[in-house]
């Protein structure tokens, strides 16, 4: 089971996510998306083999956390196990595993 929170607000929960380069991708349903907004900056970045991400502004209780989370809409073939799923920069939220 993994569990991404933040100041004690459950973001994400999922008994089998998928574990990518270290990282927990959940699939969306497993997300509390009403947390997560598109990232204000509209950031982006490209990955050589997963391809173009996108992010997301987590926000819980009025506190903003900038570019936390980040998702594949169109991965490359190699990465297509983790299309649209979200993961979370582990730095910045509260991980259980």
Do not use: H, Q
């Not at 008994?15 to 509390?32: D, L, Q, S, T």
């Not at 490209?46 to 926000?59: E, F, L, M």
């Amino acid at each position: 089971m993994a569990k991404i929170s933040f100041n004690g607000t459950v973001l994400a929960e999922s008994a089998e996510p998928v574990i990518v380069e270290g990282n927990y991708y959940f699939a969306p349903e497993e997300v509390n998306m009403e947390f997560l907004t598109d990232s204000a900056r509209d950031l982006k970045t490209v990955c050589p083999w997963k391809g173009t991400a996108s992010y997301y502004d987590v926000n819980v209780d009025g506190e903003t956390l900038r570019d936390a989370a980040w998702y594949y809409p169109e991965a490359k073939p190699a990465a297509d196990r983790i299309k649209g799923y979200i993961a979370f920069y582990k730095s910045r939220v509260e991980v259980e595993d």
